[in-house]
């Protein structure tokens, strides 16, 4: 039956199986229409040999209503409040209930990057759940002061002390780096880290090092980003009280020979700073973190010095490689690179634990020197990072498929004559230790040819690949590194190609690489 009201129409589908020839069976409708649940207005419209019918109808549906009858809306809310109350309540035994992975919800987590929701009990506290899908960005640098000049421990000041978009970012990065395989307890349990972000990877990396007082020595890799020994050397140099050692990190007895030698040396130096990059640039070497990490906290006991163990972790982000869960005390990222994403970020981040000794002693420190020095990115640069870690998985996942097919293939190439890739199993002589510490061997691969020459010229003859330096874009990139190192700091093999597998087809990769090494072989032999 479908009654007509003044303002509107309501429909009621009514089992009746009297039939009915009266002319007059509608009366007239009243002006208002009903509650949905109440039924009153039928009597003005059944005939008199319906109206028991009618009585009985509404009987049924008053016992419907009587027994919690929800509307849809209802039923949402009562639902969402349910999986609140469960999630809670840690219920593991309910079906609902999140459940461990082999990469433990991270992917979900990246996905949904920056994004502070209500949902399944993550933040309880918040009663809006009509938030947009993207991290908000926040372009202010000053705040309004409250009337009573309290600005509250969480307050907003001045955008070099802190800002709600680089918050995001920051907070988003501890959980990331602290993530233990759990994703309930990883997304809604307070992270085992703390994060403070800078204008770029070489401001993170001085910030660490002003963090910790001087006099303090160094030890860092002999394969190493150039950017470390140029600051270093050009900048906090001897004068600053820093001492620095160029170690072998690959061979575990030449570390602790070394961290003995300048403890002894250096015996008036309050810091001894442990620095690992893994994999390395450019050689892609492997360090062992947890065996370092191991070996640092026992020579504790026999070193006067503070030791503090930092892991330059570019090359291989959360994802693939969580450093602090191996027991380092500082990791730190250019966030221009994989973290961005797409060659428009110019970022770096610094992570340190919370459950180490110097990690601790550390993070309240990252966060002076970040607001004393002001070198902390902008709004938009933080707001593009947690763009790019929305997809940061599914990149690095295609980089790394690239890569080890590229480097199967380059490996048994004529005119290369040797390939550095943690994942060629039987030729790199540290893929145990990445297979140990990475859940994939990375995206970065360098190769060496005959002569500089030919390095140069097989840059110069790739057409779908590009020439530029940095790393971790969505297009492959080549550099001829030894040409960009200072001269007189030079450690690049002057054959050397580094390579930054992007999303391209394979393919066409292989065919360009294969191409360009063709063209130089015939280049060079003119």
Wanted: glycine residues 8%.
């Amino acid at each position: 039956f479908f009654f007509f009201g003044g303002n509107g129409v309501e429909s009621w589908k009514i089992n009746i199986s009297s039939k009915t020839d009266n002319p007059n069976f509608f009366t007239s409708c009243p002006t208002s229409q009903p509650d949905h649940h109440k039924f009153d207005m039928f009597s003005t419209f059944l005939p008199r040999q319906l109206i028991c019918r009618h009585q009985i109808i509404k009987r049924k549906i008053r016992a419907l209503n009587s027994r919690g009858l929800l509307t849809p809306g209802e039923a949402g809310q009562k639902a969402y409040e349910t999986r609140v109350a469960r999630t809670s309540q840690g219920n593991s035994d309910n079906k609902s209930a999140p459940s461990k992975s082999t990469k433990g919800g991270m992917e979900t987590f990246l996905s949904h990057a920056g994004l502070h929701h209500n949902n399944h009990g993550n933040n309880t506290e918040d009663t809006n759940l009509n938030q947009p899908l993207c991290p908000p960005l926040d372009f202010a640098t000053t705040y309004e002061r409250p009337p009573d000049s309290d600005y509250g421990p969480n307050g907003l000041v001045y955008g070099r002390h802190s800002n709600p978009t680089r918050k995001i970012l920051e907070e988003t990065m501890s959980r990331l780096e602290s993530w233990d395989g759990s994703a309930h307890e990883s997304a809604t349990l307070e992270p085992k880290a703390v994060t403070t972000s800078y204008s770029s990877g070489m401001a993170a990396i001085g910030s660490i090092l002003l963090a910790l007082e001087a006099p303090l020595t160094i030890l860092y890799p002999d394969d190493v980003y150039h950017g470390v020994p140029t600051l270093l050397h050009d900048v906090l140099s001897e004068r600053n009280g820093i001492e620095k050692y160029r170690v072998d990190f690959t061979n575990l007895q030449e570390v602790e020979d070394s961290i003995m030698k300048a403890s002894q040396t250096h015996k008036e130096h309050q810091n001894l700073v442990v620095w690992m990059e893994s994999p390395s640039n450019p050689l892609c070497r492997v360090t062992d973190i947890q065996a370092i990490c191991d070996l640092v906290n026992n020579l504790k006991p026999s070193v006067k010095q503070r030791m503090t163990t930092v892991v330059d972790s570019t090359w291989a982000p959360p994802c693939i490689q969580q450093p602090l869960l191996l027991g380092a005390d500082v990791v730190m990222h250019s966030g221009t690179k994989y973290l961005g994403g797409h060659s428009d970020v110019l970022l770096g981040l610094v992570v340190c634990s919370t459950l180490t000794e110097s990690g601790q002693h550390i993070g309240p420190r990252m966060h002076t020197v970040q607001a004393a020095m002001g070198s902390v990115p902008s709004p938009l640069e933080c707001w593009l990072t947690l763009r790019g870690m929305r997809s940061l998985h599914l990149r690095v996942e295609r980089q790394c498929n690239n890569a080890m097919e590229l480097a199967e293939f380059l490996n048994n190439h004529q005119h290369v004559t040797k390939v550095h890739y943690p994942g060629l199993e039987n030729v790199y002589p540290h893929y145990d230790v990445a297979k140990k510490q990475m859940s994939a061997f990375g995206g970065m691969m360098s190769i060496e040819v005959e002569s500089e020459a030919m390095a140069m010229a097989v840059a110069g003859g790739v057409g779908t690949i590009r020439r530029a330096t940095s790393l971790g874009g969505t297009e492959t990139l080549i550099e001829h590194r030894a040409s960009i190192e200072p001269p007189e700091r030079r450690y690049s093999p002057p054959g050397l190609l580094r390579i930054s597998l992007g999303l391209e087809d394979i393919n066409d990769l292989k065919d360009d690489l294969n191409t360009a090494l063709e063209i130089a072989s015939e280049v060079v032999s003119e």
